[in-house]
């Protein structure tokens, strides 16, 4: 429940043998937004991360930052999601965006739509989210859905509707309403994005998700080696890709 059709997009990584002759697949992931996008400590971004790396080595970008605003989004850290040549993307933002004195629909679309379209351009998965009602005025939250519905038709990917989450009514959900979820939001919405990715073909350890407490194998950003060209990680941004 609170999820969307998940358009066409697979998640395609690199994989690797490994010693036990597991195949072993190579995840970069990124989390991009503000602090909806779960990239406070004990997060459900760094929970996902740190469930994604049970199975796969993985290198997370958290990009997201509080407060931030699309405009934010489209400036800088999309640019680092695009360097770090991310096969998933989360992105989770608008809250701050609706509650400012000079909220703008058209500017708010406009730079939603570029920053995804750079984000997709190599392929990447986009993870988008919906707002909750909790987020802001209702007409600026339907204006603001409206244009990330616009973005999933659009660039496809999966659609995490936090809109229609019967959990985002709830007090317990929240730490700050429609902003910052509680630890039982955080937990709600890993099972939730989990979910979708399994629905396109990254499975994630299920089992583990409630014994998660701490992202201790995550790391802003995790450098992995040894595939293809053997080139590490991070890449300089003019670095080729």
């Known amino acids: 429940m609170g999820r969307r059709d998940t358009g066409q997009r697979t998640v395609r990584v690199p994989a690797r043998t490994d010693a036990t002759g597991r195949l072993r697949g190579y995840v970069r992931l990124a989390a991009l937004g503000d602090e909806l996008a779960g990239v406070v400590p004990d997060g459900w971004a760094w929970l996902l991360a740190h ?4 199975d796969h080595d993985l290198s997370f970008h958290a990009a997201a930052t509080p407060g931030s605003r699309v405009a934010d989004v489209l400036r800088r850290q999309a640019f680092d999601a695009v360097a770090h040549r991310a096969h998933v993307v989360l992105l989770t933002v608008g809250g701050h965006d609706l509650r400012s004195a000079d909220w703008d629909a058209t500017a708010f679309r406009r730079d939603l739509l570029d920053a995804c379209a750079a984000l997709v351009r190599d392929g990447a998965l986009l993870v988008l989210s919906r707002l909750p009602s909790a987020a802001g005025a209702a007409a600026r939250v339907a204006a603001a859905n409206a244009a990330l519905d616009e973005a999933h038709l659009r660039f496809g990917g999966a659609l995490l509707d936090l809109a229609a989450h019967p959990g985002t009514e709830d007090a317990e959900f929240w730490s700050v309403p429609g902003a910052l979820p509680s630890e039982l939001g955080h937990q709600a919405l890993l ?3 989990a979910e979708l990715l399994g629905e396109h073909g990254l499975a994630v350890a299920t089992d583990l998700r409630s014994d998660l407490r701490t992202p201790h194998h995550a790391s802003p950003m995790t450098t992995v080696t040894d595939y293809g060209a053997g080139r590490g ?4 941004p003019d670095e080729e890709r």
Do not use: F
């Open 191 to 193: 099972d939730e994005v």
């Open 51 to 54: 469930a994604v790396g049970q």
């Open 233 to 236: 990680l991070p890449l300089r």
